[in-house]
């Protein structure tokens, strides 16, 4: 996957800057590395300042 | 429509929102510490030894824990990874600073207890939760109270008539305190934290009882809109399933989340105030682009976080940035350092309500981030927005004395006064 690929897929967190990387995941909130953004749960959160997903932006 | 905010200058409670008799009743020196802080950060961005003694000052406050290893980490990798590594590095330094005062609570707890228990106030002070209820329900009949008793007189002091009673006020009354019950439990949270002296203590725990237990009775015999009842109805997950919480946990609870929530948005509105009133330009791009003002308050965090340390407890041998830290020793996350870390900002010592959105860590991260960061972000939305709105011209009054901020060296740090004229 190219660089640019990966720059378009992650996603900020516009509360606290927390960037989202879909190759890392959020192993501590359950989710594996790979998951895109798209696929994260309704409910996920933020694991830096638990604000709800529609307070990302793909950055 | 009732009034939800008290009025300090009336009530001449000065003495309860001053950050330098704060910090000097505990024994606190109140030096600005960014000059010593950022010569450290420059040195290496761990440091064996506690942060206090690298400084050359004595221990601040509870902050010293005699005969374990200590640790100072400055840069922002280094904090960030105590942050997010709960496992290693955990909250048992609470157990010294607020335990005494307020018993168990979310800031001493780990792992699944922390989790269960946080759970449960966990919906009301989600982002969406703040821009809707608080903001709806208590923040903004607050804030246009609170403008409207000075917006006609020219002139304010912003800290006493501002900044220290719109959080105090909005989270004593979402709680469910009746008005004239706010200051007396400020008052009582004071002496409890022993700010009043230590024979105010026992004082301060009796009045605070005394208001919260008839609150909760009251609650859980009729329910209201309101956060006492909204924890009160909590439900705990334990081993064996679940249990409603005891009026003892809930008391703990509300105690934690108002004295939390009255002090830290207090001083940090105060600082967003302070930067832009001493960057007048910046406040003039402010007011021509009202979408400048979260990224206002993200910088102010930044810039100046009002708490400048926090601490956390080595539970096992970890590695950062390539020191090896000693398990059972206390570390020193220098927030104020980590928060203008050169290989993450450029200039960073410079306000600049333009920067780039990149996450600090004012209200701390991972899973002990500060739980009401976002309420305290709203009631400062709106308060910056108000004072665009209804402070016409607002600058320093040439008259009085300048404005400075003071507090504690290493926490609780504020302007003491914002004496403004506008119109």
Redesign the interface.
């Known amino acids: 996957m190219s660089g640019s690929t990966h720059e378009a897929a992650r996603c ?8 989202y990387r879909p190759e890392y995941g959020d192993p ?1 909130g359950g989710i594996p590395p790979g998951t895109p953004f798209e696929a994260l749960p309704a409910d996920w ?1 933020c ?6 997903k529609d ?1 990302f932006e793909q ?1 | 429509m009732n009034k939800v905010t008290v009025d300090l200058l009336r009530e001449h409670r000065r003495e309860l929102f001053s950050p330098e008799q704060e910090a000097r009743s505990i024994g606190m020196e109140t030096d600005d510490p960014y000059p010593r802080l950022l010569a450290l950060a420059a040195r290496a961005p761990v440091q064996a030894g506690a942060l206090h003694e690298l400084m050359g000052i004595p221990p601040q406050g509870r902050m010293d824990w005699p005969g374990h290893g200590a640790y100072s980490l400055f840069s922002f990798n280094a904090v960030n990874q105590a942050f997010m590594d709960s496992a290693s590095f955990t909250q048992r330094t609470y157990d010294k600073l607020l335990k005494d005062h307020f018993g168990d609570t979310l800031l001493n707890m780990d792992g699944d207890e922390h989790r269960r228990m946080r759970n449960i106030a966990k919906p009301h002070f989600k982002p969406s939760f703040a821009e809707s209820w608080w903001n709806d329900k208590w923040i903004v009949q607050a804030v246009d109270e609170l403008f409207g008793r000075i917006e006609k007189a020219g002139r304010a002091e912003l800290n006493m008539e501002i900044c220290a009673p719109l959080p105090v006020s909005v989270i004593s009354i979402a709680f469910g305190l009746p008005v004239e019950e706010v200051l007396p439990f400020r008052l009582a949270i004071h002496a409890i934290t022993g700010h009043a002296g230590p024979d105010k203590v026992a004082e301060g725990q009796a009045a605070f009882d005394r208001i919260l237990r008839t609150q909760i009775a009251l609650r859980r015999k009729e329910p209201r809109d309101d956060l006492i009842s909204r924890i009160a109805a909590g439900t705990l997950q334990t081993g064996e399933g679940e249990r409603p919480l005891s009026d003892d946990e809930v008391l703990r609870y509300c105690a934690l989340i108002v004295f939390a929530g009255g002090g830290t948005t207090w001083r940090q509105m105060g600082i967003t105030i302070f930067a832009l009133l001493n960057n007048p330009e910046q406040f003039e791009e402010l007011r021509s682009d009202r979408s400048l003002v979260r990224p206002t308050i993200h910088e102010s965090t930044r810039w100046y976080p009002t708490d400048p340390v926090f601490t956390r407890w080595v539970a096992k041998d970890t590695a950062v940035e390539g020191v090896e830290l000693k398990a059972d020793s206390a570390a020193y996350l220098c927030v104020a350092t980590a928060n203008r870390d050169p290989l993450v900002w450029e200039q960073p010592d410079v306000f600049d309500i333009r920067r780039p959105m990149q996450r600090h860590f004012a209200f701390g991260a991972g899973i002990h981030a500060c739980l009401g960061q976002h309420l305290s972000r709203q009631e400062m939305e709106v308060a910056l927005n108000a004072l665009l709105d209804r402070l016409p011209n607002l600058r320093w009054d040439p008259e009085a004395e300048p404005s400075r901020i003071s507090g504690g060296t290493l926490m609780g740090r504020g302007p003491e006064t914002l004496h403004v004229r506008f119109g």
């Open positions: 900020t967190c516009m509360n606290c800057g927390y960037v501590e959160c694991p830096v300042c638990d604000s709800d307070h950055k």
